[in-house]
């Protein structure tokens, strides 16, 4: 079957790395998706997105807080245990109060070769476009010393190409969900969108042309009683999109840094590459850390209009500031703007637990929907 | 456990009452003599208000008073019930429950930015929409280097022109200078009330301004008060150290970062009844940090960057420590008290790496006492005052 | 002549109602055993015993609760959220606020004239007035739990309990106790608290009159009386608000019959 790479993956991601690693090439880790990927890419070295895992939180507590949000948690748990060992860099930036701890404990108590935190602009302005550049910059050069090898503008400029096709393959593989019975249901979308950020560019782009143009020929049609969009903080967990599948509802769109904001946009290839990055990675549609926050709740409900769904169902990680003030918010704009979208408001765990009550909460919503 | 405001027999205390007071019912009377409002994050530069003859009204700090007089619950449950975390900082919570309940001083437009927390950044965007009232974002930098001075400057310089705009009103460079050399002024002194700190004995104890020692400087800056107040404590400070009259001093204490303002007994048992005095809070250290006044927006941002922000706590990690290194060493520390504030996701997760690096670079002990800064019902008192005690008896 | 059922298996009690046409023919209510899936068998067959029937008889069954998945003999599953909704809008046509209070959640319900679920809210990982919340409370003061809400109405002056959460609330009844603080003036607290709790929930999801209140608490009429102090509406409460679960999976049992008929 056409997914079976894509599972393959995730069932060994680190495998991925090593393989890579085999080649005596060297593998970055970057956490938070306002990390250029496209400037690792163009070092020659993998950019390998950071993620958790299902394991209990022993370390991760005693080096951080339980009232860290867990994932930040779990990630920390898998490093102290030496999981990413096999990382020759990591790069992550100011996203959130809860990552910036992250990144602290990795400085003080991880041994990664190479460390970087960007400092990380709250909003899109010509200062600030200008300051993210200079900070790329500093990123470039490390990651130059890193591989030893200089980034030219062609090479970035190739990356970015590179990227910018995954990107609009991505979009086109969504596009495909707008239908009445989507040929690919919420869950799977999570699975193709997740494996890209394991996966050399070049092989994920062949893989995607396959996945796309098996799709259009696809069967096997998915329909629930609900078009259900899922909006909210880190979700990378096929099992929670199962969860409200199986529970009635359809997963047709989603507003996640895992799914479709992680590729809604492209690079510009036109002008000065770096300055091109720090404007697209300065995107309000990223994360809704940024100003003005209403950039991202229009993106939010465009998807949902596009996707024509039902319902939205809102998921925080619990203690995650940022998604649990940006429910308020939310509530307040759809009022506002007298627009009738319902919202469940949930709060989770990075790895799946209190199933009963999350399917209750889901199920009933969908019931109220249909 | 809502308890009165502990009060000690002190002028200082009776003064730094005062000021508070007037400092708020100024915010409250605006209206009445024509004077704008505008909502500020915590410790963002009230400089840029007196600038324009605005008045400051920062809620977070304000929901820290009405701790203190133990009211401040309602508003705590207000933002819970409307729909905002339990989780979320119940300084962040009473912010909203300020808005939400009608009971503050309406805003005529908000500044807001990211540090100290992002629940603080969503709420006070909340607060914009509730009262539907221009909205200015100061993106602070993470970083602390020349690179970022100049890019809060530019900040500041748009946060002007943003309420200037607001309130048609005319920005006068003459003004801003006015402010910034008053600014720097009680930058001075305080850093001079800080240096009287140092002296061993210490000739002031922490209870008597709450905590707050920072409080004039942060958010008068910019005023005649904030320059006489600190002028009078200084001045109270030397008389204690030159007639002998300086409260007794058995241990040094850094107490870290945030003092809780709904339980501030535990101050006073440290202070009063173990003679341990705490010399210097975290989050009110401030290096000596250039300020000119012919430059004052430079000024202004090396002052919020540089010493405003940073002592909080907030990061970088590395940045931090080396705050933590400095005050230590300064001032003669025997023990770190850090207070855990749970609401706060930075704080809670600086323990360690605090923690280790006192005990490695220094052998200071430190004792973490988990807690809340505002909300009483996280405020175990009886297992706290156990801690303390183990604590001591440690240290003995 | 329709028969049809609902059976409604919490994590405390398990209810069948049996529903002929729109008349209650008979209902059970038995504690939930180790076995969810053996209860839900032995419910049913107290209830068809009591209606003199036989499994057969009935049409449709739709199962609710949290064990609605193990009922071998449901032809749908059901929230609980949307059957309390419809069961009380049914027993009191003009309600459009529930609150359910069970063994071990608490849900604050929006509906419309229908029935249909608007909005609501759950208390997350947190017993505050659930059934299994009063347990520990009657226990920590060796008291009957159906006597809680009739003496905490004797109550001469409400002790402060400040935390809803069952551990530090029951570390607080602790204190208070050793203190010699009157157990009526303790369970006035204890009811304050939840009360609290409770509102705090009903606002998630805004309240409309009229108001009702569902579930095993709402025989607790200390509780019901704070409650309705702080929402400032007077809730309507069945004669036997246990079952109004089960009543709502009933209907829809109706509904899905008259569909497939269709």
Redesign the interface.
């Known amino acids: 079957m056409m997914l079976e790479r894509v599972r393959e993956v995730l069932d060994g991601r680190e495998a991925v790395a090593r393989s890579w690693k085999e080649q005596g090439k060297k593998v970055v880790g970057w956490i938070c998706p306002y990390v250029p990927e496209e400037l690792i890419h163009a070092a020659g070295m993998l950019p390998f997105r950071v993620m958790g895992a299902p394991v209990t939180i022993v370390k991760g507590d005693?080096?951080?807080?339980p009232?860290?949000c867990t994932f930040n948690r779990v990630v920390l748990e898998l490093a102290l245990g030496g999981r990413y060992d096999f990382l020759d860099g990591i790069v992550t930036a100011?996203v959130?109060?809860?990552i910036?701890?992250l990144?602290?404990?990795w400085?003080?108590f991880v041994e990664t070769p190479f460390k970087l935190?960007l400092?990380?602009?709250?909003?899109v302005?010509e200062?600030?476009v200008a300051?993210f550049r200079?900070e790329l910059s500093r990123l470039k050069s490390d990651l130059e010393k890193l591989a030893g090898v200089e980034i030219s503008d062609a090479a970035l400029k190739n990356s970015i190409r590179t990227y910018n096709r995954a990107r609009e393959l991505l979009r086109r593989i969504y596009g495909l969900r707008r239908e009445e019975e989507a040929p690919i249901s919420g869950a799977e979308a999570l699975e193709v969108v997740k494996a890209g950020m394991f996966l050399p560019k070049e092989e994920y782009v062949a893989l995607l042309e396959e996945i796309f143009e098996s799709l259009k020929r696809r069967d096997e049609r998915y329909e629930g009683s609900a078009r259900v969009m899922i909006a909210g903080s880190d979700l990378d967990d096929p099992g929670f999109v199962k969860l409200i599948e199986d529970s009635g509802g359809l997963v047709v769109a989603d507003d996640l840094c895992t799914g479709s904001r992680y590729f809604w946009e492209d690079v510009d290839v036109s002008g000065d590459p770096l300055e091109a990055l720090a404007r697209r990675y300065l995107s309000p549609v990223l994360c809704a850390?940024m100003?003005?926050?209403e950039a991202h709740i229009e993106h939010l409900i465009k998807m949902a209009e596009d996707f024509n769904v039902d319902g939205i169902i809102f998921e925080?990680l619990?203690?995650c500031?940022?998604y649990?003030?940006?429910?308020?918010?939310l509530?307040?704009w759809l009022k506002e703007k007298g627009l009738d979208i319902?919202v469940l408001?949930l709060?989770r765990e990075y790895v799946l637990s209190?199933v009963?009550?999350l399917k209750?909460?889901i199920?009933?919503?969908i019931?109220?929907l249909s | 456990m809502a308890a009165a405001i502990p009060q000690i027999d002190s002028v200082v205390q009776k003064r730094y009452m005062e000021l508070v007071a007037n400092f708020f019912k100024s915010a409250f009377d605006a209206r009445n003599v024509g004077k704008k409002v505008v909502w500020m994050a915590y410790f963002l530069p009230s400089e840029l208000c007196y600038t324009l003859d605005a008045v400051p009204f920062y809620p977070e700090i304000y929901g820290g008073v009405c701790a203190r007089m133990g009211i401040v619950l309602k508003y705590i449950e207000a933002a819970e019930s409307f729909g905002y975390p339990r989780e979320l900082c119940s300084a962040t919570k009473s912010a909203a429950g300020l808005a939400l309940s009608g009971e503050a001083p309406p805003p005529d437009a908000v500044l807001s930015t990211q540090p100290v927390c992002d629940g603080g950044m969503k709420v006070h965007e909340f607060v914009a929409v509730r009262y539907k009232c221009p909205h200015f974002f100061i993106d602070m930098p993470y970083s602390t280097d020349a690179r970022a001075v100049e890019y809060l400057k530019g900040e500041l310089e748009e946060a002007l022109k943003f309420l200037a705009e607001s309130f048609g009103a005319e920005l006068s460079e003459e003004r801003l200078k006015e402010v910034m050399e008053l600014s720097k002024r009680a930058e001075e002194l305080h850093l001079e009330v800080n240096e009287l700190r140092r002296k061993k004995p210490s000739p002031l104890l922490s209870i008597e301004l709450f905590g707050q020692y920072f409080f004039p400087c942060s958010f008068l800056g910019g005023t005649q008060a904030a320059v006489d107040f600190y002028a009078f404590v200084a001045e109270e400070a030397r008389r204690r150290l030159r007639e002998g009259d300086v409260p007794e001093e058995k241990y040094r204490i850094l107490w870290s970062p945030l003092v809780p303002q709904s339980f501030l007994s535990i101050l006073q048992w440290l202070e009063l009844e173990y003679k341990a005095k705490i010399v210097m809070e975290m989050v009110g250290y401030a290096p000596k940090i250039e300020m000119d006044a012919a430059e004052p927006l430079e000024s202004l941002a090396r002052k919020t960057l540089e010493a405003r922000f940073p002592s909080l706590g907030n990061g970088p990690g590395v940045f931090n420590l080396d705050r933590y290194r400095k005050v230590v060493k300064d001032y003669d520390i025997d023990a770190v008290i850090y207070f855990a504030h749970w609401g706060c996701r930075t704080i809670c997760s600086a323990v360690k790496m605090v923690k280790d690096m006192l005990r490695e670079e220094f052998d200071i002990p430190m004792l973490v006492l988990d807690g809340d800064i505002f909300d009483p019902r996280n405020n175990p008192v009886e297992q706290a005052r156990a801690r303390v005690e183990e604590f001591f008896e440690m240290l003995e | 002549m329709v028969l049809v059922a609902g059976v409604d298996i919490g994590s405390l009690t398990a209810k069948a109602l049996i529903l002929e046409d729109s008349k209650i023919r008979a209902y059970a209510i038995i504690p939930t055993g180790v076995d969810s899936e053996e209860t839900s068998k032995k419910v049913m067959n107290i209830a068809l015993e009591k209606a003199e029937l036989r499994l057969e008889d009935i049409e449709y069954v739709v199962s609710t609760g949290y064990g609605r998945v193990v009922v071998p003999f449901a032809n749908k599953n059901i929230t609980e959220i949307s059957c309390h909704a419809k069961g009380a809008v049914f027993l009191f046509p003009s309600v459009r606020t529930i609150l359910d209070m069970g063994g071990q959640d608490c849900k604050a319900i929006r509906c419309d004239a229908s029935g249909k679920v608007l909005n609501f809210a759950m208390n997350d990982k947190c017993a505050a007035g659930t059934g299994r919340f009063f347990e520990i409370m009657a226990e920590t003061m060796e008291l009957p739990l159906e006597e809680l809400g009739r003496l905490s109405l004797e109550a001469t002056d409400a002790a402060k309990i400040s935390s809803a959460c069952v551990v530090f609330a029951k570390s607080e009844v602790l204190t208070l106790l050793r203190r010699g603080v009157d157990k009526k003036n303790i369970l006035a607290g204890i009811n304050e608290a939840v009360a609290l709790r409770v509102f705090a929930l009903l606002n998630r999801v805004g309240i409309e009159k009229d108001f009702a209140i569902t579930g095993g608490i709402a025989k607790n009429i200390g509780v019901v009386r704070k409650v309705e102090e702080k929402v400032g509406l007077k809730a309507l409460i069945a004669e036997e608000p246990q079952i109004v679960g089960a009543l709502g999976a009933a209907l829809f049992a109706k509904e899905a019959l008259e569909q497939v008929k269709k």
């Open positions: 005693a080096y951080l807080y009232n860290i100011n959130c109060d809860h910036r701890r990144y602290d404990a400085h003080f935190i400092s990380l602009p709250h909003k302005s200062n600030a300051f200079d850390r100003h003005p926050y925080a619990k203690f500031d940022i649990g003030g940006e429910y308020p918010l509530r307040e319902p408001m709060d209190g009963e009550q209750t909460r199920q009933a919503f019931e109220s």
